[in-house]
């Protein structure tokens, strides 16, 4: 039997897709559900009842570690600790390092983070850094980043990179053995505070 790999998104939309032994698309499945607790487990199981698929054949699972909303993230992070504990391998990486996997030197990535703040991520091809900028001073923070030649990405963008160059990214990923920790837009005090 091949070596199939299980794939999870929540960050944003539940995505669940199935990847041969040569990390090209089987199956992928998304759904328009922003709340994935309650559907993860459904889709998961008609993603592999589709292939005749058992989930302990899976020879591991990747998922999206971030960022996102702390209950969005933790329902992969949920899914890959049932894996770790059934000692099936687990990789993850995050959204805003899909286009340095994929070999892009300078870049700047956002996404809106909700209470009226974007999580912007840059890499200059060395080093990175990341902050929440505030709604009206995105357009002036990514306007000074494309007259400095960085390249514009957002969620969208890296979810369309993941189906499209699945071969080549997750090789990477495999290759490196990433396996990074949950990411969220803030703290946890932060996010909680009243």
Same mark, same amino acid.
């Given at each position: 039997m091949p070596n199939y790999y299980l794939f999870i998104d929540t960050s944003e939309v539940l995505k669940v897709g +199935?990847?041969?032994?040569?990390?090209?698309?089987?199956?992928?499945? %998304?759904?328009? %559900?922003?709340?994935?607790?309650?559907?993860?487990?459904?889709?998961?199981? %008609?993603?592999?009842?589709? !292939? !005749?698929?058992?989930?302990?054949?899976?020879?591991?699972?990747?998922? +999206?570690?971030?960022?996102?909303?702390?209950t969005g993230i933790r329902?992969? %992070?949920?899914?890959?600790?049932?894996?770790?504990? !059934?000692?099936?391998?687990?990789?993850s990486f995050h959204h805003f390092e899909v286009p340095q996997l994929l070999g892009h030197k300078a870049y700047i990535w956002y996404k809106n983070a909700f209470k009226g703040e974007f999580f912007a991520y840059k890499w200059d091809g060395v080093s990175c850094s990341h902050e929440l900028i505030k709604d009206d001073a995105l357009e002036f923070y990514l306007d000074n980043g494309v007259n400095n030649n960085y390249s514009l990405f957002t969620s969208v963008d890296t979810s369309k990179e993941i189906i499209k160059?699945?071969?080549?990214?997750?090789?990477?990923?495999?290759?490196?053995?990433?396996?990074?920790?949950?990411?969220?837009?803030?703290?946890?005090?932060q996010e909680f505070h009243r």
């Open positions: +199935l990847l041969n032994e040569k990390l090209a698309w089987v199956s992928f499945k %998304e759904t328009g %559900e922003k709340k994935t607790s309650s559907i993860v487990h459904k889709v998961i199981y %008609e993603v592999l009842k589709d !292939q !005749q698929i058992n989930f302990m054949d899976l020879g591991g699972l990747f998922f +999206l570690a971030g960022p996102g909303s702390y329902v992969s %992070e949920g899914i890959a600790g049932i894996c770790t504990w !059934q000692q099936l391998p687990v990789f160059s699945s071969e080549k990214l997750f090789k990477v990923v495999l290759k490196d053995k990433l396996l990074r920790a949950p990411y969220y837009y803030r703290t946890l005090e």
